[in-house]
């Protein structure tokens, strides 16, 4: 069974005209696979991200996650879900500001019932991984754009999700960092973690294994 | 999917806290054959959070701005502290209003004829004790008047000649001595068979005995009164009631009758009762138509006039205003408190769309929002209720009162104030809760 399942997905936002963001998707995406999706703003992608996320729901057709419907369940089934399911990598980060770096991978598990301590141990573990053990007391302040980003990366992988879904994740970097942060994707993906990565930059993009285009609500192959 | 269990957590409000048999009552839904689920993505539950961790949230959502938190609370400090302050100042001004109002006012009973009589004479029939002993509440009763015109009359030892003292006589029943709370020096109060024949018998002050040369020891003992001999049955050491009568002599109404005529229209004659505590006003209002049946009108009862009431009322009245001013300082705090929750959600929009995106429900984000307002409210409130304590016990001090507060005031503001709080997050809260994570995410 896939793991990520979407068939003939179609997203519109009602307005004078509609906005039809997604128009009939249709990917499968499998255990361990890195899929890139690359496309100009307002071709879709980022909608695309979002219901793949479940932070936005289909107007028709079926996605399903590990084989369950998640147009057929209640909304508290989806945020359970998504907590155990997706990790988010923002563009913005996202960092709570008066949170140490620490902290704010603890928030990572906490909509999933898991302890203190656990949250804590998981955090200290994640930043571990994305090489920054040191700063865990560091407020995101004092912390430089590519390490923003390792801290985020580390609160999206402490829950042991199935699936990073990442949000242009170098849109607000320079070369260097933007390379390392794709670097560790590499390592991540080679741990297992499946990766979805939205982006308009080519150099992003080439990295995936499986490399598609957004046009206009239409996802097609980039090969 | 099991619907049932959906619209069962859907609807409640209130925090998951850990619930055994709700996680028990999972796998059975679960356990569909079609669905073997890879054990990473845990087979979809809701999400559910712990109390601890909602409450850490709270606070460190609080703390991340102390400053504008405190500004946010002033209100409910303030309101909540005048509250309890205007509370606690009446109750220890009426406490100390109480103190001043002793027991011996406050069950006293006079009666009198009015308008005053224009003709000597004495509106009380001879029974007028017995009669008011049928009330209940009244502890005794009898009649006084001052005999003579309230003119001093000679009174001197029956065995010696020599110069008479003057003094004041007064003719009062056995019982209005008794509801007088006459304490004797030595002997003792003339006997009803005493009064009913008119015999001539007399009390004397402890001043008068002095005077006489007669010790508290040697009653019974003759003197001469208007050159008449009485005999003396006791020396009174204090009627505090009636301290007049410690001025000379008193005898009973009927010897007094016979010697010296009926009350004067100078010194008319009227009924003292005694009652049980809180029975004043009701003895008052039974007794002119218990002594005069055939004229109640002709008579009328006070209770002793205890102007401190008066006090009492303005002072309860004007903490009402107070209390009406503080109830208003208590809703701007509210207001103040909801004004700031919607700055601050705004603020923190895009944390509100990561917790979405990190799996929190509407109502962990209810909860945490309402748990800040709620916090605020509550702190708000133990803070101005300390406040209030120092200004009630400041005042207590200055005055030389004794502070009094109702502990039910005390232990209620907190909560009070919570719920306040509480409230004036209801309507942010549920704006926060409503943001759609998108939008959010992407500001």
């Known amino acids: ?223 | 999917m099991p619907t049932e269990t959906e619209t069962e957590t859907e609807t409640q409000i209130e925090t998951e806290i850990e619930n055994p048999a709700q996680t028990q009552a999972q796998p059975a839904p679960q356990a569909q054959p079609e669905t073997p689920a890879p054990p990473t993505v845990a087979q979809p539950c809701p999400a559910r959070m712990r109390l601890a961790a909602l409450w850490f949230e709270i606070l460190a959502g609080l703390l991340q701005r102390p400053g504008r938190a405190i500004f946010t609370m002033l209100g409910t400090v303030l309101g909540i502290g005048s509250f309890v302050a205007v509370t606690g100042i009446s109750a220890t001004a009426s406490g100390q209003i109480s103190a001043d109002f002793t027991l011996l006012d406050a069950t006293t009973v006079n009666v009198t004829q009015y308008p005053p009589p224009n003709t000597a004479t004495l509106p009380f029939p001879a029974d007028t004790s017995k009669r008011l002993a049928q009330i209940d509440g009244e502890v005794a009763a009898g009649r006084w008047w001052s005999v003579n015109n309230g003119q001093t009359v000679d009174a001197q030892p029956a065995l010696a000649s020599g110069e008479p003292v003057k003094v004041q006589a007064f003719a009062a029943d056995s019982g209005a001595l008794k509801a007088a709370e006459a304490s004797l020096a030595g002997g003792n109060i003339y006997s009803e068979f005493a009064e009913a024949h008119a015999a001539r018998v007399a009390l004397v002050s402890t001043a008068v005995a002095t005077q006489l040369g007669i010790t508290a020891d040697a009653v019974p003992c003759p003197i001469r009164i208007q050159g008449q001999q009485y005999m003396v049955t006791g020396v009174l050491k204090k009627v505090p009631a009636l301290p007049q009568l410690m001025l000379g002599v008193v005898l009973p109404a009927a010897t007094a009758q016979a010697a010296f005529g009926l009350p004067s229209v100078n010194a008319p004659a009227s009924v003292i009762i005694r009652t049980r505590a809180g029975a004043a006003g009701v003895v008052a209002q039974q007794a002119p138509v218990t002594i005069r049946p055939d004229q109640p009108k002709l008579l009328t009862a006070t209770s002793t006039p205890v102007p401190t009431q008066e006090r009492a009322m303005v002072l309860s009245r004007v903490s009402g205003l107070v209390a009406i001013l503080a109830l208003v300082v208590l809703i701007i705090g509210a207001v103040s408190i909801a004004n700031t929750t919607m700055v601050s959600i705004m603020e923190r929009t895009a944390e509100i769309g990561l917790r979405r995106a990190l799996g929190a429900r509407t109502r962990h984000i209810i909860g945490q929002f309402l748990g800040e307002t709620g916090v605020l409210g509550a702190v708000g409130g133990v803070v101005g209720t300390s406040l209030a304590l120092l200004v009630i016990l400041g005042v207590a001090l200055a005055q030389r009162w004794t502070p009094v507060v109702d502990p039910r005031i005390v232990f209620s503001a907190p909560v009070i104030a919570a719920v306040v709080g509480v409230l004036a997050g209801l309507y942010p809260s549920i704006r926060a809760s409503r943001i759609e994570p998108i939008e959010a995410l992407t500001a």
Not at chain 1, 24 to 50: F, Q, R
Not at chain 1, 92 to 101: E, W, Y
Not at chain 1, 108 to 114: D, K, M
């Open chain 1, 1 to 223: 069974m896939s793991l990520l399942e979407l068939d003939s997905l179609v997203r519109t936002y009602p307005g004078d005209p509609p906005v039809r963001a997604l128009r009939g998707i249709n990917l499968t995406i499998e255990h361990g696979d890195y899929v890139t999706v690359m496309g100009p703003s307002g071709s879709g992608k980022s909608t695309l991200l979002n219901v793949i996320g479940l932070l936005d729901q289909p107007t028709s057709g079926v996605y399903r996650v590990a084989g369950t419907d998640t147009t057929a369940i209640s909304q508290a089934r989806r945020a359970g879900l998504r907590a155990a399911a997706f990790g988010f990598i923002f563009q913005a980060f996202h960092l709570l500001p008066f949170r140490s770096a620490r902290e704010n991978v603890e928030l990572a598990g906490i909509y999933s019932h898991a302890t203190a301590r656990q949250r804590r141990e998981r955090a200290l573990a994640a930043l571990e991984r994305v090489g920054l053990p040191h700063k865990a007391n560091a407020l995101p302040a004092h912390l430089s754009g590519g390490e923003k980003q390792r801290v985020a990366i580390a609160r999206a992988i402490a829950g042991g999700p199935e699936v990073l879904l990442c949000d242009e994740p170098t849109g607000s970097l320079d070369q260097a960092n933007g390379h390392a942060i794709m670097d560790l994707f590499d390592q991540l993906n080679g741990t297992g973690i499946t990766l979805v990565v939205i982006t308009h930059d080519p150099t992003v993009g080439a990295r995936g294994r499986r490399r598609f285009v957004m046009l206009d609500g239409r996802l097609s192959d980039a090969d």
